[in-house]
């Protein structure tokens, strides 16, 4: 194991010795705070259900996260294209994201229903500001000698786009998905606490009202190796469609 | 033949930074424009390019009014500008993509050339790979496979060191010779000016204090390499004409 993998999981592995000799010697009241171990074996106790909840919670965020980021991708598009567009939307992109979302879930269940909706309307509007955002300033960041270059060239509007904005806004789009990845997995998890049948959030309800607190940090536990999964999966991609990027990497 | 015929051109605030100038270029002739930093080369070029409209005056391509109209003519930027996205290869293959032709048949004709620029062992590298002397040269390959009859060349050897910049200018000179190519190069180095192009044209003033630039003459280097050559049998570089011209360069642009 390299040594820049050593010194964090080391760091992990201390925080939770301590966290668990804290607990059993007695520091911290049980009730209140569940040694790591009684977390895992909540966890391995409850695994069935648990999958299940996640398998829900997992669904509204991948939904979500695709609608959000193909919005996303489409506003940064339009704004890009139409500097008015840019002028008249970014004010209203921005102030969208100042709205609490936990103000907004309670709204989405009266209006959609307890059902998939409403959380995944919920993902979507917090995963596309990210990419919007980040994509956006991506495509304004072209140098302009590539965009007269182009045009010597007799390039289109979309050749240009294709061939140079694209693919030198890659880095910064990847940059707002894994935000976005993030923001899915608890924005679905918030929408779930404020009403629904399966998911995350709808069973950390149920274990916090019968004081079940290890199962409570279980789930806490399953909903960052989520977060921490999807961010994987746009590390995994990135890889792969952005294979410039690996040779810069490796020269620097 | 390229012609810019009474050009004028102007910044975006109205100030004048090229003030009629006129200038033929005959097909397979290397033009180069000297002048100081500010004095509107590279608007000039930007204008014989299309990239940018003349407050007044025309530019023509072989009798073909092109005044504002990118495309017609290729643009070798001071910065080599490939794009970090895509292969040495696809790189050079751009100008026939964005044309219609296939991804293979473009890959087709670019090889050879870049076998024949010295770059086919790095063709599937990516640009990040290449040094700087190669990166130029896969540069001017793209700007070489637009098809267009005359090449604009905005001082691209300046961002390399001094041996590179020597081999390049010996290469470009072989590449030119040996392709025919209708070249206009904007310089501010005198000596680099001389012996690449043809003919020098200066172009003096100083548009930022507003006296907007004009040519104050030319040179016609070409004939001076073909006596020298006959006379004293030696390269232009060291020869008694070449720091005739030099002294008559330094003279039009006022040192």
């Not at chain 1, 909840?53 to 991708?73: C, N, P, Q, R, Y």
């Not at chain 2, 005359?150 to 590179?164: C, G």
Request: proline residues 4%; hydrophobic residues 50%; contains cysteine.
């Amino acid at each position: 194991m390299k040594r820049h993998h050593i010194i964090p999981v080391a760091t992990v592995a201390g925080l939770l010795v301590l966290w668990e000799l804290a607990c059993r010697g007695g520091l911290v009241p049980a009730f209140l705070l569940p040694a790591p171990t009684q977390v895992v074996a909540a966890l391995v106790r409850d695994a069935a259900l648990i999958a299940s909840h996640s398998a829900t919670t997992l669904i509204e965020a991948l939904a979500g996260l695709v609608v959000g980021v193909i919005l996303g991708f489409v506003l940064a598009c339009v704004m890009d294209r139409f500097e008015v567009v840019a002028q008249a939307l970014s004010p209203l992109i921005t102030l969208s994201q100042t709205v609490p979302t936990i103000a907004i879930a309670p709204l989405l269940v009266l209006w959609l229903g307890y059902g998939l909706l409403p959380k995944v309307v919920l993902v979507v509007l917090t995963t596309f500001f990210p990419v919007a955002i980040s994509l956006y300033a991506g495509f304004s960041s072209v140098d302009r000698y590539q965009l007269n270059l182009m045009r010597t060239m007799g390039a289109t509007t979309a050749q240009t786009f294709w061939h140079v904005k694209l693919p030198a806004a890659a880095d910064q789009f990847f940059s707002g998905l894994k935000i976005s990845a993030t923001y899915a997995i608890v924005g679905a998890v918030i929408a779930e606490w404020l009403g629904g049948f399966s998911g995350l959030g709808v069973y950390m309800t149920r274990v916090r009202k019968s004081f079940s607190y290890d199962r409570m940090f279980a789930s806490i536990l399953v909903i960052s190796a989520l977060s921490l999964l999807l961010m994987r999966a746009v590390d995994v991609l990135e890889y792969l469609c952005v294979p410039w990027k690996r040779v810069e990497r490796k020269q620097k | 033949m390229l012609e810019a015929r009474e050009l004028t051109l102007a910044w975006g605030d109205g100030r004048e930074v090229v003030r009629d100038v006129s200038l033929r270029v005959a097909t397979g002739e290397t033009v180069c424009i000297v002048g100081r930093s500010g004095s509107g080369k590279t608007t000039l070029l930007h204008a014989l390019a299309g990239l940018t409209h003349p407050r007044s005056g025309s530019v023509f391509l072989d009798e073909k009014d092109i005044t504002g109209e990118p495309g017609h003519i290729g643009y070798m930027f001071q910065k080599d500008l490939l794009l970090t996205s895509k292969t040495v290869l696809d790189n050079v293959c751009l100008p026939l993509v964005l044309r219609g032709v296939s991804h293979e048949q473009a890959r087709e004709k670019a090889l050879p050339l870049l076998e024949r620029f010295g770059l086919g062992e790095v063709a599937s590298r990516w640009p990040s790979q290449l040094s700087g002397g190669m990166r130029q040269r896969a540069a001017f390959a793209r700007t070489y496979l637009m098809g267009s009859s005359a090449l604009l060349l905005d001082e691209p050897f300046s961002a390399l060191d001094a041996l590179t910049r020597t081999e390049m200018r010996e290469w470009f000179l072989s590449v030119t010779g040996e392709l025919g190519l209708t070249v206009v190069m904007v310089s501010h180095d005198p000596d680099e000016a001389l012996l690449i192009a043809d003919r020098v044209v200066v172009l003096v003033g100083n548009p930022a204090q507003g006296h907007p630039a004009t040519l104050a003459g030319e040179i016609d280097v070409l004939s001076l390499k073909t006596a020298s050559s006959c006379r004293e049998g030696q390269t232009f570089e060291l020869s008694s004409d070449f720091l005739e011209a030099k002294k008559e360069l330094l003279e039009l642009l006022g040192d």
